[in-house]
């Protein structure tokens, strides 16, 4: 085993001087995806900085009707508050949809977030990655691909992300705050993650030195439905084959305002932007939506063994929109 260092800061500006001072560092809160790669050996931080006890685990709403979900908030407890299910419910649900309900009792907003592709040949290190080393090459566009990703991929890489909650947080348009050595700013979290073009370890546009504190979400539209579907291999317990995270607005029977993003299928959420501008203004159908995907996915790319996924997706992201669709209609 190598060994590591440990340190248990008293607040945030503590924890990210620690991480500065040493290249490498790794914040750990409920380790439920860090601690795993340390065991792989994918892993192998000088130090890891303890951020479970800092006092980031509040959701507190906000003067314009957002919300502020703070980094260490374990999962199930976001998913079941009452905030949440009232104006969020896409989040509650793909927060529920994730892992098991033990790891959802220790996983944290931002570990959620940050975790890494369960691509099987980053997970082993007698198999070659450009994410863990530049250069060594991508065997997943011969070999196993079948999960893996057929939008935004690159031929260094085609990992995919598997986190739930981005897909949810991406539709909902939420923004992460992020503090370091030299002060705190927000990104929103569409532009957050990064595709991986030449460059595949770099995931996010997180500096090493920087911590996620919170993720605040904008108040929600009014007339709004959303909703989150996880297609997978098993019912629980189970990373997303395909899914979509859909927040809709119809009024008179037209799209008055959507956002879509599709999980999944790229080393990001994948924000759905050409498919809201085909579907904005037009009628509420499932003809408008099928189009509306199919715009959307022309931009595929898929490999040998995952055609599947592109038409997945599409029907896959039409019903979610036409399941929300007549609900919104009737409320009007």
Known sequence: MKPFGYHRPADVASAVA???????ARFLAGGTNLVDLLKLGVEAP?????VSRLPLGLVEP???GGLRIGATVPNSELAAH???RLH???LSQALLSGASGQLRNLATTAGNLLQRTRCPYFQDVTKPCNKRVAGSGCPAREGVH???AVLGASAACVATHPSDLAVAL???DAEVRLTGPTGSRCCPLTEFYRLPGDTPALETGLRPDELITAVDLPPPW?????AYRKVRERASFAFATVSVAAVVVVREGRVARVALALGAVAAKPWRATAAERAMLGQPATEEVFRAALDAELAAARPLRDNAFKVPLAREAAVRVLADLTPQQEESE
């Open 222 to 226: 009014s007339g709004t439905r959303s």
């Open 146 to 148: 079948r999960d893996l």
């Open 82 to 84: 009452p905030l949440v």
């Open 88 to 90: 969020y419910p896409a």
């Open 46 to 50: 000088e130090l890891l900085v303890d």
């Open 170 to 172: 991406a539709a909902l």
């Open 18 to 24: 620690m991480a500065a001072q040493v290249p490498g």
């Open 62 to 64: 906000l003067p314009d």
